[in-house]
């Protein structure tokens, strides 16, 4: 595993703070969305499928900060849209770095050479290279030709510059576990820090609507490429998220421990489904009827679900269920072993 030690301790520290204060639902990770125009538009994606007067909208600097000090969780991922398109990006991601958040700014990669002079390298900041695995594949996935090239040459010269990197990657119905196991090599061989796998889900604007996995199918394929993984493999995600793709888990979804804030609002009741919008974190968390969703609930929408925003938290969460839950943690990171 690849989690940062600084990282870790903020978590841990929050968590078991949360838990002494008895509170039963809190976020872990700010999903922060400044806009929704992108500069790909992939078909497993539906946000850029907005109207034209939407793709148009920014959140401000300051909305954005305010939105992580309403929600008060540890790590932010800001995501889109394309992120790099937002004029005050870097001023955002310095803002949030300031404020002792963790932060993954999450990026095709496109304008990622070009816009490194805008940053400055902080353990805080952590730029997160969207990767769905090898050349064929990404550039299929994102409907354009080259764009793998370009993202690894933006990596290698964002780490030349001192920055950290993750990769973070989407699978298909049709990925191949062989080959997702080389691309994890050549992930590794470029030396980003860690990896961020998770399956594809339908969002209802997609236009392919054909390649999302199922929930069994997501099993037998994560099987097959975490079992026996490599020492030189490093993920940056809970051992136990790793072992529910692989259905060695079971969760339930935890939609509150990935909040999303972006244009409209305060989405209910996650960054996949679209029930509405909150004014405030507060109205989010307290009004929100939660026994609506996740797979206990019989919600169709959720059955098949298990991407990382909604299980994640869930796996943190059981890591500090009990000492014996934080020792076999502590020794998959370790060991490498799932």
């Not at 409907?143 to 989407?170: K, P, Q, S």
């Amino acid at each position: 595993m690849s989690i940062p030690a600084a990282q870790m301790a903020a978590v841990a520290k929050y968590v078991l703070e949360q838990r002494l204060a008895g509170r039963e639902k809190y976020p872990l990770v700010l999903m922060l969305e400044p806009l929704f125009r992108c500069n790909l538009s992939c078909t497993g994606c539906g946000k850029i499928q907005y109207p034209v007067s939407i793709l148009k909208k920014d959140l401000s600097v300051e909305d954005c900060l305010r939105a992580s000090e309403e929600c008060e969780a540890p790590v932010v991922s800001i995501a889109g849209g394309e992120p790099l398109l937002h004029p005050q990006i870097s001023a955002i991601a310095q803002g949030l770095v300031e404020r002792g958040r963790f932060v993954y700014l999450c990026t095709n990669a496109l304008l990622l050479e070009r816009k490194l002079d805008e940053f400055r390298p902080d353990k805080h900041l952590s730029f997160s290279v969207h990767m769905d695995g090898p050349r064929e594949e990404h550039d299929l996935a994102v409907c354009r030709e080259g764009v793998y090239e370009v993202a690894v040459n933006a990596i290698r010269a964002a780490l030349d510059r001192g920055f950290r990197v993750t990769t973070n990657t989407t699978l298909f119905e049709g990925a191949d576990p062989e080959r997702m196991r080389r691309f994890f090599d050549d992930m590794m061989g470029l030396g980003v820090e860690g990896m961020m796998i998770s399956p594809g889900y339908s969002y209802e604007k997609a236009p392919d609507q054909e390649h999302f996995l199922r929930r069994e199918r997501s099993h037998k394929l994560f099987s097959r490429m975490l079992t026996n993984p490599k020492r030189s493999w490093r993920f940056n995600q809970s051992p136990f998220f790793l072992q529910f793709l692989m259905g060695k888990r079971d969760f339930d979804c935890t939609p509150w421990g990935n909040p999303t804030y972006n244009v409209f609002g305060w989405q209910r009741p996650c960054y996949l489904l679209q029930d509405g919008y909150a004014r405030t974190f507060r109205e989010l968390m307290e009004e929100t009827d939660w026994s609506k969703y996740g797979r206990k609930s019989g919600n169709p929408r959720c059955q098949d679900c298990m991407v990382h925003c909604g299980f994640e938290p869930s796996a943190v969460r059981a890591t500090f269920a009990s000492p014996r839950s934080l020792t076999e943690s502590a020794l998959a990171m370790v060991t490498g072993r799932l």
